[in-house]
């Protein structure tokens, strides 16, 4: 029993790493018009680390334009956002706010940045939203993040 689970284990990860390894490793788009290229984001409950790569396609900077890639809870959405814009340049971001479920750093045009995390303990089917904590662009840039 114990090397099947292994075998199992090593399976999934095989899987995982490359016939859904567009689904674990995604990559999304900011521009200067407060837009984000995806309105969804889906990934496998298989992938037990997520990347979430962010390009700023713009060219202002990060301290005029800058984007960030944070995930919460949809409940916490709003909140977080109003936290992040409360606590001040250059992150926007409460600090180890047990409300954040992965956040990458602020980027200006030009720049990518990255964010890897663990799904496992969020719940498939569950409610959550993307979004980008500088002041005023949670309105516009944000999306569904899907676990399915
Ligand atoms: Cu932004």
């Known amino acids: 029993m114990r090397t099947n689970s292994a075998i199992f284990a090593l399976a999934g990860w095989m899987l995982c790493g490359t016939v859904w390894g567009q689904e674990c490793a995604q990559t999304i788009e900011g521009n200067d018009l407060l837009q984000f290229n ?63 479920i992965a956040a990458t750093n602020i980027i200006g045009g030009g720049e990518e940045t990255s964010v890897t995390f663990d799904i496992s303990e969020l719940e498939p089917g569950g409610d959550f939203t993307f979004f980008c904590t500088f002041p005023g662009h949670y309105v516009l840039m944000n999306g569904k993040f899907i676990i399915e």
Do not use: F
């Not at 960030?68 to 600090?95: C, F, H, K, R």
């Open 38 to 100: 995806l309105a969804e984001m889906r990934v496998s409950a298989a992938c037990e680390d997520v990347t979430i790569t962010l390009k700023h396609v713009g060219m202002l900077p990060g301290n005029v334009m800058g984007h960030n890639w944070v995930l919460t809870t949809t409940a916490d959405y709003m909140p977080v956002a109003a936290a992040g814009q409360a606590s001040g340049p250059p992150e926007y971001l409460p600090i180890d706010d047990p409300r954040v």
